[in-house]
């Protein structure tokens, strides 16, 4: 009888071995579809791999590209049964019991599979409702249960994490199956609301530093990623913030605050102070790119910025900037 036992016992944690991998793959395939894992697509595509060494106690894969963009992927899986209703909240609970610290110190995503008794015993899953659980260290967001091919058409064209985080953050009608009947699950704690504070006000003679500082050593998918979390953030100048943000760069490079490398025509490069011009301007000294040096930085593929002075006079008014950022509704850049 024990050996009974023990032998299905083991057949049901290799069965439930099976549909974890199984459902990693299915993950994995439906972001290898979008942009950002296409060759054809953009040239530096991102790479899906199994975790290994270190990284298994914290995630089951890792999704990442050549420039040190890192996406770590935990998969969970559910069985839902037919008696069991409104659910959704309860498994939230107890996936957040699971998952290591040492997962948010990344930008992580948990795709958590929920299938039914029937798709096991079919082992088909195209039909499984799906919750992902994404974000960072600063901010962290649920999606409610939808099939993979729904999510997929909201996220096909995503091109970086960026992207995809907020892709997914689009908000979705509620549905709930046919046969489901409300029920109310008692001392579940329900996952917090976004909360969005207050744009505050910051110097505008420091609030491109504060971006600059911000995203130092980030890798950001090109000037226009820039513009883009610039433009979002409502702290674009109201005329010509394109050309205003520019000439904040141009200053930066030219005294050597910081440099610039961008990823220009497949090859990397440095926009450094040979692509300066320094003009005369009213009794005073401006500066700006050269043509060569804006046209790699407006075409660029990759940016990445490196402050070499990290010195912030008003560190009060950073913190707030940054709290400000991190508040931002789907704004995990």
Same mark, same amino acid.
């Not at 023990?6 to 069965?15: I, N, V």
């Not at 600063?138 to 993979?148: D, H």
């Not at 609030?207 to 979002?232: A, C, N, V, W």
């Not at 050309?243 to 090859?267: C, F, H, K, P, W």
């Given at each position: ?59 089951? $894969?890792? @999704?990442? +590209?050549?420039? #040190? ?9 559910? !069985?839902? %049964? ?67 091919? $729904?999510? @997929?058409? +909201?996220?096909? #064209? ?9 892709? !997914?953050? %689009? ?163």
């Amino acid at each position: 009888m024990n050996q009974a036992l023990s032998k299905e016992d083991l057949e049901a944690r290799a069965l439930n071995v099976n549909i974890h991998n199984h459902c990693m793959f299915l993950f994995a395939s439906m972001l290898k579809r979008c942009h950002m894992g296409n060759y054809y697509r953009q040239r530096n595509a991102f790479k899906f791999r199994e975790s290994e060494g270190n990284e298994l106690p914290i995630c089951d $894969a890792v @999704y990442s +590209d050549d420039y #040190d963009q890192v996406l770590v992927i935990e998969v969970k899986t559910r !069985l839902i %049964r037919d008696s069991q209703v409104d659910v959704n909240e309860s498994i939230k609970v107890a996936i957040l019991k699971e998952l290591k610290p040492m997962l948010y110190s990344n930008y992580f995503i948990v795709p958590v599979f929920m299938y039914t008794t029937d798709q096991r015993d079919m082992f088909n899953f195209k039909d499984a409702k799906v919750m992902v659980y994404y974000g960072n260290d600063v901010k962290r967001m649920w999606t409610e249960p939808r099939t993979l091919a $729904a999510y @997929y058409e +909201d996220v096909k #064209d995503s091109s970086s994490i960026h992207d995809l985080f907020n892709n !997914l953050s %689009r908000p979705q009608p509620t549905t709930l199956p046919n046969n489901v009947r409300c029920v109310k699950l008692e001392n579940v704690t329900p996952t917090p609301a976004k909360q969005t504070i207050e744009r505050p006000k910051v110097s505008r003679w420091f609030k491109h530093r504060y971006f600059f500082t911000r995203y130092d050593q980030k890798p950001l998918m090109g000037f226009e990623h820039l513009m883009s979390i610039i433009l979002d953030s409502g702290y674009a100048s109201s005329q010509r913030p394109q050309q205003v943000v520019e000439a904040s760069l141009a200053q930066m490079v030219a005294t050597g605050t910081l440099s610039l490398v961008v990823e220009y025509q497949s090859d990397m490069i440095e926009i450094n102070q040979d692509m300066i011009h320094s003009l005369n301007y009213n009794t005073r000294i401006v500066h700006r790119f050269s043509a060569e040096g804006l046209e790699a930085l407006r075409d660029s593929d990759k940016l990445i910025i490196f402050m070499n002075e990290k010195l912030i006079s008003n560190k009060a008014e950073f913190k707030r900037f940054n709290e400000y950022m991190d508040s931002i509704s789907g704004s995990l850049k």
